[in-house]
């Protein structure tokens, strides 16, 4: 598969994920970003399927079956913690901190069954367009609330490191995000 990426220097595929994601098509948003997982290599490949897998943890929600979507989320979230915390023009950690909200009715044992009212805490994906992915000294996004949440978008930064020729990041991280479920912090 030859790699295409838009004007900003991002696969294409990221960028559908994105935006199927963000449309609620879970299911098709994972379709979307499979075909890039299997050619890339780590990190990004373990990214990209922690997005996938984070998707398909929504859709089994949605469709009634909160356990598998819990065991999905909780093997996805360490492969996203793994990378620092704005990756690839997007706001990693930020998701990772919405998602455990949204999975914290199930991570507290309650099975509880999905409601269109929990649609609004599916956090947005955007990467951050002025931070190319072709460009040097990083990139940064937001993953916020929904509209109509009033959740604002992460503010961007270029904390995640230069790329190198093939557009990947060099790794670097100063927060640390908890990666095992017992760790994931209880919302107050």
């Known amino acids: 598969m030859t790699r295409t990426l838009d004007p900003a220097g991002y696969p294409r595929e990221y960028l559908a994920f994105m935006e199927q994601f963000n449309a609620g098509a879970f299911f098709e948003a994972h379709e979307v970003l499979e075909d890039l997982w299997v050619v890339e290599v780590p990190p990004l490949r373990e990214y990209y399927k922690g997005l996938i897998m984070a998707a398909v943890a929504v ?9 598998p979507a819990w065991r999905l989320w909780r093997d996805a ?7 620092p915390k704005r990756f690839e023009g ?4 930020g998701f990772i901190a919405a998602m455990d909200a949204l999975f ?5 044992g309650r099975d509880e069954a999905w409601t269109p009212a929990m649609s609004p805490l599916i956090p947005r994906l955007q990467v951050d367009p002025a931070h190319s992915a072709a460009g040097a000294g990083g990139s940064a996004a937001g993953a916020g609330g929904s509209p109509g949440t009033g959740a604002a978008e992460a503010g ?7 790329a190198d020729a ?10 640390t995000v908890h990666s095992k479920p017992s760790d994931f912090p209880k919302q107050t």
Not at 59 to 67: D, V
Not at 104 to 108: F, H, N
Not at 166 to 175: A, L
Request: glycine share 8%; proline share 7%.
């Open 59 to 67: 859709c089994h929600w949605q469709r009634g079956r909160p356990s």
């Open 77 to 83: 979230r360490p492969r996203l913690a793994a990378v």
């Open 90 to 93: 997007f706001d990693v950690h």
């Open 104 to 108: 914290e009715p199930i991570r507290d």
């Open 156 to 162: 961007a930064s270029s904390d995640a490191g230069a």
């Open 166 to 175: 093939s557009g990947n990041r060099e790794m670097r991280s100063t927060e």
